[in-house]
């Protein structure tokens, strides 16, 4: 293993294990935080190797960085006090009869300076595992599958201790139902169903080499859908069901012929597994999903009523925004007394609505060439010629897009162990040509040198000396080659 491997995972993990917080500024984030400074150590090191396509990713990376310190840089009264929406802060002073201080775009450079570093996991991540080879990506997807069974028997466990257990990690949470690492169970069920694809890609090693990758891979499929039923969310049974039936494409592209290489025992799997996976779904919250799906339940919702507030702050403060991080403190002006629900709106249930609000035109900008960028990720996915390649890229598009789409109800993306998923799938995206070039240069070298060592037995008249027992030895070891 490269350091940039094990740095890469080191972070992924504590994303994972410490990112599931909803509001940041938790101690649970500055850790997670402090321990991707490894993984930027590694790369700062490693910079040179990656070539210039590395360069332009670190450029937009640090463009993207310096939006937020933007936002905080101090402005004399006269220039903040004319940006759209901030003349509703300069009354207030006004009103108390006190001078008007020096500010920032950001109506809290405080928040705005914590949703800055909050950055550092998900962009460390990204960078990391984009120098990594596909090998390495594979073992950390692996890591990533290790985590998603983890959360469903950390789900259980919190089921049967009550609503008390001293495993949920989060003051602030969801007590009726698992959770897992996460202290929101829509943000459990996003990490399980982006991990559906991830494991179609994992296992398509094992399918293709008859190493019981089907069985496997089926057996993960009842896990996650045993977790997505213990979190009781609507967006669980949704998501789930596209990631399922997306993964099943994935795996079936170019391979119809493997349905009649399959035999009978790989049926009864499939079989005993839709049953199992039917009677988990009866007995862990199906019903209870489906109720809260009904359309009285969905048009009650206070999510139409925080999107329309959302809307009128966002036209407010276009087109420099409020400042990132900064959506709770500027929503209760805008709330209106129709508008008010029974609780603390911490975000706006729509990520691309809260982004447009605290980033302005930037924000905007960000969220067209995210749709762009899937679009030619797609494009490319179809051209590609290489059906390992293609599995993984296809995944990691899939993953992604269903966190987007996710993302326009809810916030999955605000918690560090989600983003952390997206940034890997991202990074999939980008991944480095140089480097799957190295690796298929070595795969060849080691062709060559096998090649010419079994030549070496050949004599000119093309006869063949028999080796002795410690050549042969030697021809019949495996060669080393790094990752």
Same mark, same amino acid.
């Given at each position: 293993?490269?350091?940039?491997?094990?740095?890469?995972?080191?972070?992924?993990?504590?994303?994972?294990?410490?990112?599931?917080?909803?509001?940041?500024?938790?101690?649970?984030?500055?850790?997670?935080?402090?321990?991707?400074?490894?993984?930027?150590?590694?790369?700062?090191?490693?910079?040179?190797?990656?070539? +210039?396509? &590395? *360069?332009?990713?670190?450029?937009?990376? /640090?463009? %993207?960085? $310096?939006?937020?310190? @933007?936002?905080?840089?101090?402005?004399?009264?006269?220039?903040?006090?004319?940006?759209?929406?901030?003349?509703?802060?300069?009354?207030?002073?006004?009103?108390?009869?006190?001078?008007?201080?020096?500010?920032?775009?950001?109506?809290?450079?405080?928040?705005?300076?914590?949703?800055?570093?909050?950055?550092?996991?998900?962009?460390?991540?990204?960078?990391?595992?984009?120098?990594?080879?596909?090998?390495?990506?594979?073992?950390?997807?692996?890591?990533?599958?290790?985590?998603?069974?983890?959360?469903?028997?950390?789900?259980?466990?919190?089921?049967?201790?009550?609503?008390?257990?001293?495993?949920?990690?989060?003051?602030?949470?969801?007590?009726?139902?698992?959770? +897992?690492? &996460? *202290?929101?169970?829509?943000?459990?069920? /996003?990490? %399980?169903? $982006?991990?559906?694809? @991830?494991?179609?890609?994992?296992?398509?090693?094992?399918?293709?080499?008859?190493?019981?990758?089907?069985?496997?891979?089926?057996?993960?499929?009842?896990?996650?859908?045993?977790?997505?039923?213990?979190?009781?969310?609507?967006?669980?049974?949704?998501?789930?069901?596209?990631?399922?039936?997306?993964?099943?494409?994935?795996?079936?592209?170019?391979?119809?012929?493997?349905?009649?290489?399959?035999?009978?025992?790989?049926?009864?799997?499939?079989?005993?597994?839709?049953?199992?996976?039917?009677?988990?779904?009866?007995?862990?919250?199906?019903?209870?999903?489906?109720?809260?799906?009904?359309?009285?339940?969905?048009?009650?919702?206070?999510?139409?009523?925080?999107?329309?507030?959302?809307?009128?702050?966002?036209?407010?403060?276009?087109?420099?925004?409020?400042?990132?991080?900064?959506?709770?403190?500027?929503?209760?002006?805008?709330?209106?007394?129709?508008?008010?629900?029974?609780?603390?709106?911490?975000?706006?249930?729509?990520?691309?609505?809260?982004?447009?609000?605290?980033?302005?035109?930037?924000?905007?900008?960000?969220?067209?060439?995210?749709?762009?960028?899937?679009?030619?990720?797609?494009?490319?996915?179809?051209?590609?010629?290489?059906?390992?390649?293609?599995?993984?890229?296809?995944?990691?598009?899939?993953?992604?897009?269903?966190?987007?789409?996710?993302?326009?109800?809810?916030?999955?993306?605000?918690?560090?162990?989600?983003?952390?998923?997206?940034?890997?799938?991202?990074?999939?995206?980008?991944?480095?040509?140089?480097?799957?070039?190295?690796?298929?240069?070595?795969?060849?070298?080691?062709?060559?040198?096998?090649?010419?060592?079994?030549?070496?037995?050949?004599?000119?008249?093309?006869?063949?000396?028999?080796?002795?027992?410690?050549?042969?030895?030697?021809?019949?070891?495996?060669?080393?080659?790094?990752?």
């Amino acid at each position: 293993m490269r350091r940039i491997e094990i740095a890469s995972g080191l972070a992924i993990a504590a994303s994972l294990l410490l990112g599931g917080a909803t509001q940041k500024g938790a101690l649970s984030d500055d850790s997670v935080q402090l321990l991707c400074l490894p993984l930027l150590g590694c790369i700062i090191l490693e910079y040179r190797s990656c070539g +210039g396509s &590395f *360069a332009w990713v670190l450029f937009g990376s /640090a463009i %993207l960085a $310096a939006v937020p310190i @933007i936002q905080t840089i101090p402005l004399p009264p006269a220039v903040w006090t004319a940006l759209p929406g901030h003349a509703t802060i300069a009354a207030t002073y006004h009103s108390a009869g006190l001078d008007v201080p020096w500010s920032s775009i950001s109506v809290s450079r405080w928040a705005t300076t914590r949703s800055a570093f909050a950055l550092i996991p998900p962009v460390t991540i990204f960078l990391g595992v984009r120098m990594c080879g596909r090998r390495e990506r594979r073992r950390l997807a692996l890591l990533i599958l290790a985590f998603g069974v983890a959360t469903v028997v950390l789900e259980i466990m919190q089921l049967v201790q009550g609503q008390d257990s001293a495993l949920r990690f989060y003051a602030l949470t969801f007590r009726d139902v698992g959770v +897992g690492f &996460f *202290a929101n169970r829509n943000h459990t069920a /996003a990490f %399980l169903y $982006a991990t559906i694809p @991830i494991a179609a890609f994992a296992s398509d090693r094992f399918i293709r080499h008859g190493n019981h990758g089907v069985a496997l891979l089926l057996g993960y499929l009842l896990t996650a859908w045993l977790g997505l039923m213990m979190t009781a969310s609507r967006s669980a049974l949704l998501m789930g069901f596209i990631a399922t039936v997306g993964a099943a494409a994935l795996l079936m592209r170019g391979r119809m012929g493997l349905l009649k290489q399959l035999r009978v025992a790989d049926y009864l799997i499939a079989g005993g597994f839709l049953a199992g996976a039917g009677g988990l779904a009866t007995s862990f919250g199906l019903s209870g999903i489906l109720a809260r799906l009904s359309e009285e339940k969905i048009a009650a919702d206070a999510r139409w009523s925080v999107a329309k507030a959302s809307f009128s702050a966002a036209e407010a403060f276009f087109p420099f925004g409020s400042g990132l991080g900064a959506f709770d403190r500027v929503y209760p002006v805008f709330e209106g007394a129709a508008g008010i629900v029974p609780a603390f709106v911490n975000h706006a249930h729509n990520d691309v609505l809260e982004l447009v609000v605290e980033l302005g035109l930037v924000g905007l900008v960000v969220i067209i060439g995210a749709i762009v960028f899937a679009g030619l990720s797609a494009w490319r996915c179809l051209r590609e010629g290489d059906a390992t390649v293609a599995t993984e890229r296809s995944a990691a598009l899939l993953v992604a897009i269903l966190l987007f789409v996710h993302s326009l109800w809810d916030y999955p993306l605000r918690t560090s162990g989600v983003a952390a998923v997206f940034a890997f799938c991202g990074a999939v995206l980008c991944a480095i040509p140089r480097t799957e070039r190295r690796e298929a240069g070595r795969g060849g070298a080691d062709k060559r040198s096998e090649q010419s060592r079994r030549r070496a037995f050949t004599d000119a008249s093309g006869g063949v000396h028999a080796p002795s027992p410690a050549l042969r030895w030697r021809m019949s070891a495996p060669r080393r080659s790094g990752s």
